[in-house]
């Protein structure tokens, strides 16, 4: 079973930056597409971004387009998220999570079978 481990959270301020990372093991991470979802204090999780294994197919929230870039290691197994421009909405706990997709991805919660415990970035001066 595919288990899956953030980091790199903490607090930021206004304008800064931050990269989490999210390692995968005890499966073959290289069939899962992997995503990043975030959620605040009173919200729906909402999808951020995510990548596929093998072609890196890449899909983001209109919401960080430009700001967030989604990357991955197959190597390494491990898939990051390089956050530039940070706004205070963009405080959350961040999620990574994954489902069996080779060509494409999406940002349906829903879809994603996989769930690391979370990391909490905030965004304040």
């Known amino acids: 079973q595919l288990q899956l481990v953030e980091s790199g959270g903490g607090l930021v301020q206004p304008g800064g930056s931050v990269t989490l990372s999210c390692a995968a093991s005890?499966?073959?991470?290289?069939?899962?597409?992997i995503a990043w979802f975030r959620q605040a204090p009173g919200t729906e999780r909402e999808g951020v971004a995510c990548i596929t294994p093998r072609y890196g197919y890449t899909d983001l929230a209109d919401s960080v387009e430009g700001r967030f870039t989604i990357t991955r290691d197959n190597a390494k197994k491990t898939v990051y998220l390089q956050m530039n421009s940070l706004k205070l909405e963009d405080t959350g706990v961040y999620y990574c999570?994954?489902?069996?997709?080779?060509?494409?991805?999406?940002?349906?919660?829903?879809?994603?079978?996989?769930w690391g415990q979370g990391t909490q970035v905030t965004v304040s001066s």
């Open positions: 999570a994954a489902y069996r997709r080779q060509l494409q991805c999406g940002l349906q919660r829903g879809a994603y079978e996989y």
């Open positions: 005890g499966g073959t991470s290289e069939n899962y597409a």
